[in-house]
Structures are given as structure tokens and as C-alpha cells.
């Protein structure tokens, strides 16, 4: 089973930026669709950007134009760049392993991290 830890997150002021990495342990990670999700306290996990294999990208509406997907597969690593930061980010970001990519629906499948807090708060 894939290991991931995720790592950068912090307390951040609104409108600042901040770049999430999730490493993982597994040479498979090259071949899966990968995942950045958030949960804010109340609220269910959600996806905020995917990206393929071949490096299509899918991200959540309220974070278009301000969130970057990349990864690097000889790192086995993924990063989330986030930028113009908003109080309604704050939640704890997971990354997940493998997610299973049909038409417009993005499911997490694979492993998940432990979690990384960002706090966005003046």
C-alpha cells in the first residue's frame, strides 16, 4: 500500500500563497490520477484538484485561476500551489493515491495522508 505524507501547510495571511507537497512512498504513483481534497471542521471532504497521468487537470470552481496542480513522478510527488488565499481555504488538505477518473467524476480510491492544516486568518 502506497504511504503519503503530505507537508507545507501553515497559517497564512488572506491573500498570501502557500505550496502543499504530498510524498509517496510507491513507484505505481506514476500511473494514477492524483488528488488534493480538503475538510474544513463541519463539513465533508471535497475534492480541490486532480491530475492525470498525462497531466489533464480538474479543479474545484472556487479555486480556479488561484490553485496550481503539478507533480513530479521521479520524485513520486505531488504539490498543490496556492495563491490569493481566502478565510474560506482554511481546512485540512489530504492527498490521495489514486483517484478513479470517469467522464466529469473524480472518486478517491487509493491511500490517503494524514492530513496538512492551512489556516487563513488575518
Known amino acids: 500500500q502506497v504511504q503519503l505524507v503530505e507537508s507545507g501547510g501553515g497559517l497564512v495571511q488572506p491573500g498570501g500563497s502557500l505550496r502543499l507537497s504530498c510524498a509517496a512512498s510507491?513507484?505505481?504513483?506514476?500511473?494514477?490520477?492524483l488528488g488534493w481534497y480538503r475538510q474544513a471542521p463541519g463539513k465533508e471532504r471535497e475534492l480541490v484538484a486532480g491530475?492525470?497521468?498525462?497531466?489533464?487537470?480538474n479543479y474545484a470552481t472556487s479555486v480556479k485561476g488561484r490553485f496550481t496542480i503539478s507533480r513530479d513522478n521521479a520524485k513520486n510527488t505531488v504539490y498543490l500551489q496556492m495563491s490569493s488565499l481566502k478565510p474560506e481555504d482554511t481546512a485540512v488538505y489530504y492527498c490521495?493515491?489514486?483517484?478513479?477518473?470517469?467522464?466529469?467524476?473524480?472518486?478517491?480510491?487509493?491511500?490517503w495522508g494524514q492530513g496538512t492544516q492551512v489556516t487563513v486568518s488575518s
Open positions: 510507491g513507484s505505481i504513483f506514476s500511473i494514477n490520477a
Open positions: 491530475i492525470t497521468s498525462g497531466g489533464s487537470t
Open positions: 490521495n493515491s489514486r483517484i478513479m477518473v470517469v467522464g466529469y467524476t473524480w472518486t478517491p480510491v487509493g491511500s
